[in-house]
């Protein structure tokens, strides 16, 4: 009988453990800040892929001779991938999207949101890339309709703080206007203008988390796995 009793209670035990681990390597994992960039740098995104933007809202493609294989405006989401080159032969071969001289873009996020800090650390990362890097202006929105102005990127710098503006954790965000400043830069070409590759939220709340009966199911397939093995 206290045999049965102790083989029953190290079951409850090794379940209980593996499961507690399961959760610990979920806290874990979220933790991770994950490395993306391209041929002009990188930054850390904790949140991993779903921090880039997901769909385009609105293309307004500036003046300067842009070619259609520089227009496709889905460049600018997912992660980013140029490397390297201006003029784009064909849409196939475009990473990014130009904006031309004053053009805009707009950008939302749909699985996750954007958000502050509460540090000085940079919330925004803006992917601008080739040969000659622009000034483009940022604003932000909750709705897509009202605007808030969060400085601009060029040259060197492709970060935002959004708390240097006054947003905090508490302000979330899923539209991103990026404009080209038509004063600077080249005002011709096939790649005029601020050219996009990709938008991030480095500083980052996840919109949607994958049903609990997920990690039940996946919690208990680890502890079978483990229970299989430990019989072998």
Known sequence: MDMQKNSKNNGTTTFTSVVAAFALLVCSLSAWSIPYGNSQGFAEFPAGAVS?????????????????????????????????????????????????????????????????????????????????????????STDGVDWESVGSVGGSTSGIDLDAF??????????????????????SGASVGADIDAVGAISTIVAH????????????????????????
């Open 209 to 232: 988390v994958p049903e609990p009966n997920t990690f039940f199911l996946f919690a208990l397939g680890l502890t079978a796995l483990f229970l299989s093995r430990k019989h072998i």
């Open 166 to 187: 006054g947003f905090g954790v508490s302000n979330l965000f899923s539209f991103v206007r990026l404009t080209d400043v038509a004063s600077e830069g080249g005002t």
């Open 52 to 140: 880039f933007a997901d769909a385009v809202v609105s293309y307004t493609p500036g003046s300067g001779g842009l070619t259609a294989a520089n227009m496709d405006a889905s460049k600018a989401l997912g992660a980013p991938d140029y490397a390297g080159g201006g003029a784009c032969s064909n849409a196939a071969d475009c990473r990014f999207v130009s904006l031309g001289a004053g053009g805009s873009i707009v950008l939302q996020f749909i699985d996750n949101y954007l958000t502050g800090s509460n540090s000085s650390d940079y919330d925004l990362w803006i992917f601008e890339v080739g040969p000659d890097v622009e000034d483009t202006l940022v604003d932000v």
